[in-house]
């Protein structure tokens, strides 16, 4: 007997259940990751605490340091002359350990269960964040071990973004990918947000806490991720997405290679193998030379080198640079830097708007990386004028800087990682990942360390500096822009669909 249920019910009742899973796979995702960037944020507002105008402290009555001591209120050893150039050094450790770290994460990615490489990753990366604040209260004044703590984290840290951008890739079509993408990657400025917040709350007093915090939060979340995090659509009776807007007819066509009984998980593919009845092995991990032969990756990874590198250096030098420039207190500044993240959540969004539109990823960062240069121009010799131009510039840089950023790092890698030169093959999304977000890491590396190194001969050649960083992305894409315009040419005369890269 058939059930008197009409159809459309039936697929309300698959969509809603379906809809209801992606959505909370898409906040527990973002939760995981605003995680990670609430715990990296913490040290550059605390930068500021570190090394201070001793002369506008009032000194304490029991304290024991002469009367002569200008750096009494400094935490040793960033109380000398070439602070700027060991907190960079600090800094470093953990980019280089992350950059390094990020070319091998992707690797194991693809070959251990997602949801306890994630949980690891969390725990061990609030311990190592923890670790740092408690330098604190164990009155450690060694370099090595901030260093150390550091270069632990750094490494550790790089289980966390090719395994969420995997697991979103694994539920989510191409479709409107920029767009959720956009909105999903402003976990990057929440978490730095709630990290410069959470920072704020203790860096004139107790900094240690401001470490420590951010570190068992993250640990809890390592935990829920644990008992929450699903990989696969299918792991729960779920439909899964289908890639490259392919239609549905072709999808059952069983001599295409991405049809077979192999790759139903894999290609998001909802059909009955045809073929054979008998077991089949999965499709096996691209390696790094393969991943680098996709078209693309390696323009993307190249511009988001440069991109990075603007970034990060805003990230861990604007809380200082705004304290040094403008003089307000450390709590005031990381307060005023978390305008720049604002900006970035809004340019995040429209970057995947705009591109899913367009159909054009790489065009659409290269007009962003344009548009930064002069604002970042105008933002250093204007932006300090009044708290009211601070703000829109802060809001506008951040925007443009982080929008090509974030779209690299989350629609474009997905895109790439599911090319439909790969056929249907999903095992080489984490890898394509791990190489574009670790070149970009290589640039968030050399960002702060030039920064540190720079700043001491003027705020004006920092600023140079990122301009130029900005520019040299813009060109790496010239290529790939080229490609799409010709592509849109091609859809206006013929009326067909957008070609991919």
């Not at 700027?84 to 470093?92: H, I, M, R, T, Y």
């Not at 009155?139 to 790089?158: A, K, M, R, S």
Request: glycine share 10%; with cysteine.
């Amino acid at each position: 007997m058939r059930s008197s249920l009409a159809p459309g019910v039936w697929f309300f009742r698959a969509f809603s259940r379906d809809s209801w899973f992606r959505g909370s796979i898409l906040l527990l995702t973002f939760l995981i990751y605003t995680c990670y960037h609430m715990s990296r944020k913490p040290i550059s507002v605390v930068k500021s605490r570190l090394h201070q105008n001793c002369s506008e402290q009032i000194k304490p009555i029991n304290d024991t340091h002469s009367l002569n001591d200008t750096t009494w209120c400094s935490w040793a050893p960033f109380d000398k002359d070439n602070y700027k150039e060991l907190l960079a050094g600090v800094d470093n450790a953990f980019l280089v350990a992350y950059a390094i770290g990020m070319f091998i994460s992707g690797v194991f990615g693809e070959r251990l269960p997602l949801r306890y490489y994630l949980s690891a990753g969390m725990l061990l990366s609030g311990l190592f964040t923890s670790l740092f604040g408690l330098g604190y209260f164990w009155n450690i004044h060694e370099l090595w071990y901030f260093v150390v703590i550091q270069v632990c984290n750094g490494l550790v840290q790089t289980t966390g973004w090719p395994s969420v951008v995997t697991c979103v890739g694994n539920w989510f079509g191409k479709g409107k990918r920029g767009f959720i993408m956009g909105i999903w990657n402003s976990h990057t400025s929440v978490g730095n947000i709630l990290g410069s917040l959470i920072a704020g709350i203790w860096v004139n007093g107790q900094w240690g806490l401001s470490f420590v915090v951010p570190g068992i939060i993250t640990a809890i979340m390592g935990v829920i991720t644990f008992l929450f995090l699903i990989e696969h659509p299918e792991d729960v009776d779920c439909s899964p997405p289908q890639h490259h807007g392919e239609p549905a007819e072709n999808q059952d066509n069983p001599e295409d290679p991405g049809n077979s009984p192999c790759s139903i998980r894999d290609s998001g593919l909802e059909t009955v193998a045809k073929t054979s009845k008998g077991p089949c092995e999965e499709p096996a991990a691209i390696n790094f030379f393969g991943a680098l032969r996709i078209p693309g990756v390696v323009e993307f990874s190249l511009c988001l080198l440069f991109a990075k590198l603007v970034s990060y250096t805003f990230l861990y030098w604007l809380p200082l640079y705004i304290s040094n420039v403008a003089h307000f207190s450390a709590k005031e500044a990381g307060d005023l830097s978390t305008l720049f993240d604002v900006g970035g959540i809004i340019g995040g969004i429209m970057a995947g708007l705009i591109s899913d539109y367009t159909n054009g990823r790489a065009t659409t960062c290269c007009v962003m990386l344009i548009l930064a240069a002069p604002m970042m121009f105008l933002y250093n010799y204007i932006g300090q004028d009044g708290i009211t131009s601070s703000i829109v510039m802060l809001i506008i840089c951040g925007g443009l800087v982080n929008g090509p950023y974030a779209l690299i790092t989350t629609a474009v890698s997905a895109d790439l990682g599911t090319h439909k030169s790969l056929k249907g093959n999903a095992k080489a999304l984490s890898t394509v990942t791990a190489i574009i977000d670790g070149t970009g890491s290589i640039g968030a590396a050399l960002g702060p360390l030039l920064a540190g190194l720079i700043s001491p001969t003027g705020w004006n050649n920092v600023f140079y500096m990122l301009i130029s960083a900005d520019v040299l992305a813009c060109l790496l894409l010239c290529r790939l822009v080229y490609k799409e315009i010709l592509a849109w040419k091609v859809s206006l005369s013929r009326g067909s669909g957008y070609k991919e890269i």
